[in-house]
């Protein structure tokens, strides 16, 4: 499968790569010149702060991530623009509905595997709705029809059960995450291939069309662009944002 | 007999008028952080449509660690028809397109005008790829980088024939940097700027810094507690955070993140000093990076791109705007100033190095709020006395919190018209 070689080939870069060092250099002299100010000058040990996150993987992680900033700007912008150049906004509506109903079957699962009988029900209710009377889930009848909708992965599903995040893991494409909902992604993407809901095994040409269209919508809707948060510290801030971030989508 | 009186009261209105003047928020410190609500801001379009484009690499050396802010990137709209064009200069730390910029520019341009946001030169992205000395907040130095980068910016846009005529406007310190411009250009007269429009500007940019370190004593439990209460900040941020978020550490966003939920009023200018603490942060490490000055990153050590950077952003959120002055910036330009001190050097990137100037300049016109939260006491009576009828003094709005109000917006854009 095309996405999965894609990834695979971005993984192995990283790993290439991602051995560099994550040390300043000294140019001149045998240490490091005193600064102005040192962090034994100012820093309270006692606080745990934003900025300094344990991070074995930086190495790997800051190469994943500038790879991530290639990608996307040359790669994944310029499509998701041709993308809201070309589909009227009714039409892009449609594809992101068709996803998110499209998605009540992992979340279902999930919700089930996490114990949370009402929610999973919820869910069954939404998917059936949209389904049928929103026509393949191009209308989000459900949402109109005040019924709640959830999204849940397996990650999040890992978190129930207790597994902490693990290392903080920046994942090509998929951009910002942590060891344990990278495997949650794969189990889910694993499970979703084995499950076939759009029977790609008999219609492989229905790929080229979900693809495609799963990626342009998915960061379609994500505002976030690398390197324009305007702060040299943007790797150290966004992990801080990211783990936080995910342990509440954990928590809810 | 009749029509005169009414005219009269039209004539005396804006003086009678300061009481009426509806900006609903007293709080200086409250209407900082939380803006305008919702209901009583300009109508202005969705969506911006505004074009980006960079500009191409200056010849400085660039340091690695900064490798993805090589150029300078600026935002433009033209009208299809001929228009004046209004140059808009962000404040503290603020990009071209986001902010308190990005309502600027959709209301200037749904006025009629082609408009041009350009990034405060304290944004590290200016401080990498447009600061000829790298250390930023000299306000002559920056007024001719940010004049070189207006040329610049007005060559790669091209179609100037559509142009009849040049505007400029700026907030906070943009403002400042505005007045420095309007200067420079009184004498090189590349621009001959028709109209220029300072909007809250600090009058000593040196006492409104101390000021804005100084709101960092209120954090509970005083300076000690500083740790603890960044990091609720940054916890609160995040927590704000969704799909649909720009991610940007500027003063504005940060106080985006607190709109609809901002902390009691004793956290209030400790909040307001948090978000000016992420911009010098950033400014200060990467001035520190252009000349390896040696302030937070030892000066004999190179970062590569892969380098971690966490502990010197610990560093770089305790150290202030002062210090960056006493330790960095009057040290760093000392030898290019043998007739000034420490102190008189202050007194350079203030309004009154060009108090002269403005008196004269017809072309100039201020907007500010009676309790501005960065001026000092008394400081606000600058604006009256060298402006004179130039200047308008709104009662209330803090430091920029009524900048999104219909009735300001309204002033604002009607300045240019």
Redesign the interface.
Known sequence: MMPRTVFSIALVIGLALGG??????????DA????????ER???SD???????N?PL??FN??MY?FN?HADRWVLMPAVRTYRFLIPQPLRTGVRNFFNNFFNIRTFFNQVLQGRPVRAMQTTGRFAVNTTLGIAGLFDVASHAGMPYHREDFGQTLGVWGFGPGAYLVLPFFGPSNIRDGAGLAVDSAFQSWLDPLNFDDHPSRQYVYYPLMILDTRD??????????????????R??IL??RE?EVAK | MRFLFIALLFVAAPGLCANDYAFPINNPFLATVVGTPEPLRAELPDKARLKIRRLSRADWEMPEAMWFSERLEYSYRMQRGPAPMIFLIAGTGGFHNTGKNLPLLKAFFQAGFHVVGITSPTHSQFVVAASTTGVPGHQKNDAEDIYRVMQQIRDDIGQQDRVTGYHMAGYSLGATNAGFVAELDSRKKVFNFDRVLMINPPVSIYSSISKLDRMLQNIPGGMDNFGLFFNNVVQAITGAYKQSSTVEFSPDLVFEAFKDNPPTTEELGALIGIAFRLASSALIFTADQRTDFGFIKPSNVHLTRNTSLGEFGQVAVRVGFTDYYHEFFWPFYEPQYPDESRDSFVRLHSLYAIEDYLKGAQNIAVFHNRDDVILAAGEIDFFPEVFGDRATIFPNGGHLGNLEYSYNMAKIVGYFK
Do not use: H, M, N
């Not at chain 1, 994500?222 to 948060?229: E, I, K, L, W």
């Open positions: 560099c060092s994550t040390k300043p250099v000294i140019i001149s002299g490091p010149e005193e600064p102005v100010f040192t962090s100012l820093i309270e606080v745990q702060s934003p900025f300094v996150i991070d930086e190495g800051r190469t500038r900033y809707k994500v505002a976030f662009q690398y390197f324009r948060t305007g702060s040299p510290f943007e790797y150290e801030l966004v801080r944002l936080t971030v509440i």
